[in-house]
């Protein structure tokens, strides 16, 4: 585990790491707030693909005892490492692109963190009841898919055929489809989401964050261990000022979910283009059908392997808009965060098996 907390000094914001492995920790110096989320970096008036992998590569080459301590992980562990990240400081760091850099003579070759070893998310989640699931305990989504697809994305029904689904016909009815029924699988939406200042600000389509977290009661989630895939923008975003309430916590469509007993959420950290959010969805719904006993975490970091050995040195010709454009997809990959436990599978029911 690798958690991050923030720290507040007169010079400005900052953050500490602690790494935990097999009964032992280590503490990392303190470090300051860096202005790398990808919300902000791949945006429509951001900067070049091949420019974002490059400030990921300074950033990390900055941070020596962290890539010490994650390579030291990577010899005692081998691809059996799943590494969950505590990160309490609402700064969007996008750890999955920390660039690892093996010594001299090494076995093991350089990449990005998530495309190299199984990478999970964890954050603080306030429960009044023990109904969050365990971050790193082995869970099963056994079931059929509930899901809410946008009008202007109708392409992914046909990533559900092939399962037992629901539909919800509206976002506005997500909370009462997931109030009372059976156990679920999966909870998939697909539409579009916005992030800003606060609660009223951030939303998946046109209901807010603050309706979904204040007024709403998922229990159908407690009743059995359940994959929820938000595939819509900013959806894994989270808000950590203390605000109007005061209470440093951090609040996100992640955390509600994860509050009322999802055994996972995968969500995106910035804005993803519709074809392109179609795609990871295809090749990972493919995968964990084709493979159902590999994990989430495991299927991600798949995904993401065809991207994990490049560096700035491999891109310094791709100039044109064409070239930057061809890389976005390979990006977006690195955009996708999983909050759970690496140990999660999932295995839905298929049409024909339901009775």
Not at 171 to 197: D, N, Q, T
């Amino acid at each position: 585990m690798l958690i991050a907390l923030p720290v507040r000094r007169d010079y400005g914001p900052g953050f500490r790491l602690r790494g935990v492995c097999c009964g032992e920790s280590q503490d990392f110096p303190e470090y300051s707030r860096p202005d790398i989320a990808l919300a902000s970096l791949v945006a429509p008036d951001g900067i070049p693909p091949t420019e974002v992998f490059a400030k990921m590569r300074t950033w990390s080459r900055n941070k020596p005892d962290l890539a010490s301590w994650l390579y030291e992980r990577r010899c005692e562990h081998g691809e059996a490492l799943q590494l969950v990240i505590w990160d309490e400081t609402g700064y969007g760091i996008p750890w999955e692109l920390f660039w690892l850099k093996p010594p001299p003579g090494s076995p093991y070759r350089s990449g990005w963190l998530g495309g190299l070893v199984t990478v999970t998310r964890w954050l603080t989640v306030n429960a009044a009841w023990p109904v969050v699931r365990d971050y790193s305990s082995p869970h099963t989504c056994e079931g059929p898919v509930a899901a809410y697809i946008a009008d202007d994305m109708r392409h992914d029904d046909a990533l559900l055929r092939q399962f037992a689904s629901e539909p919800i016909a509206g976002i506005r009815s997500l909370p009462k489809a997931l109030a009372a029924g059976g156990p679920l699988g999966m909870v998939y939406v697909a539409c579009h989401g916005k992030f800003g200042f606060g609660e009223d600000d951030c939303s998946l389509d046109d209901v807010p964050l603050v309706m979904l977290e204040g007024g709403s009661d998922f229990d159908r989630l407690a009743s059995a261990a359940t994959f929820v895939f938000l595939n819509a923008c900013h959806s894994g975003q989270l808000l950590a000022e203390e605000g109007e309430y005061a209470d440093q916590t951090q609040r996100g469509f992640s955390e509600v979910f994860l509050r009322s007993g999802a055994a996972g959420v995968l969500a995106t950290s910035g804005a993803i283009g519709d074809e392109e959010a179609h795609q990871v969805a295809d090749e990972l719904l493919r995968l964990l059908r084709a493979r159902p006993k590999t994990p989430v975490a495991v299927a991600l970091r798949e995904l993401r392997s065809s991207v994990a050995h490049l560096s700035p040195d491999d891109l310094f010709d791709a100039e044109a808009s064409e070239e930057q454009r061809a890389l976005l997809p390979l990006l977006y990959r690195f955009m996708y965060v999983y909050y759970g436990s690496p140990r999660t599978v999932v295995s839905l029911t298929l049409r024909e098996e339901r009775t």
